[in-house]
Each structure stands twice: as C-alpha cells, then as structure tokens.
C-alpha cells in the first residue's frame, strides 16, 4: 500500500508559482508511476502531469506543458509539481496518484492511491 499527503497549495496572484508536494509512505512507491491530477466542484478528474517510476519518463497535459514541471525523489518518497506562470483556470484541487508497477499513465483509473488533496487558488 501507499499512502499519499500533499502539501503547497494556497493563494496566488496570477503569473505567480507555487510548488506542491507529495510526500509517500509504503514500500511500493520507488516501483509506482506518480501523477497529479486536478479538479473542480461538479467536474471529473483532470489529468494534469505524470512521471514514471525511476523519473525518467514525464507526461504533461496541453493545458499546462511549459508552465509546469513534475519531479520526484524516491530517496526521500517525495513528488513534486512546481507550477510557474499561473492562470486563473489552474484553480482547482489538486490530488497525487500512485499507480504501482505501472510505467506511467495518464489515466485516473489506474492509479490505485489517491491524497485528499490540496486547494490551489489563482486570483488577484
């Protein structure tokens, strides 16, 4: 099993960044895929950025490619989103995935465990 707590979230004006972070428990995380995904009241879950197991591999929504950045440290079972040159329609919550033995994947139905989230909010 892994347990999953995210932290980083907060207000911010746009154009401004912000980096979250993931901290793991349990001994399957240096195998697991990692993602961030988002979401909104009444909307379904939003991919946003993925990385594979030895970090090698990273996958980005459009929406956020060039703005955003995932990275991880399987030493410290820490994953990271720094999210620069922030919009208004970043807000949401943002929820870390772990997929394990999964290479990596954008999609929300195989990551087995989930955070409880953080709120990001970008507005002036």
């Known amino acids: 099993q892994v347990q999953l707590v995210e932290s980083g979230g907060g207000l911010v004006q746009p154009g401004g960044s912000l980096r979250l972070s993931c901290s793991a428990s349990?001994?399957?995380?240096?195998?697991?895929?990692m993602g961030w995904f988002r979401q909104a009241p009444g909307k379904e879950r939003e991919f946003v950025a993925a990385?594979?197991?030895?970090?090698?591999?990273?996958y980005y929504a459009d929406s956020v490619k060039g703005r955003f950045t995932i990275s991880r440290d399987n030493a410290k079972k820490m994953v990271y989103l720094q999210m620069n040159s922030l919009k208004r329609e970043d807000t949401d919550v943002y929820y870390c995935?772990?997929?394990?033995?999964?290479?990596?994947?954008?999609?929300?139905?195989?990551?087995?465990?989930w955070g409880q989230g953080t709120q990001v909010t970008v507005s002036s």
């Open positions: 995935a772990a997929a394990p033995f999964v290479r990596v994947t954008t999609t929300p139905s195989m990551y087995d465990y």
């Open positions: 349990g001994r399957s995380f240096s195998s697991a895929a």
């Open positions: 990385i594979s197991a030895s970090g090698g591999s990273t």
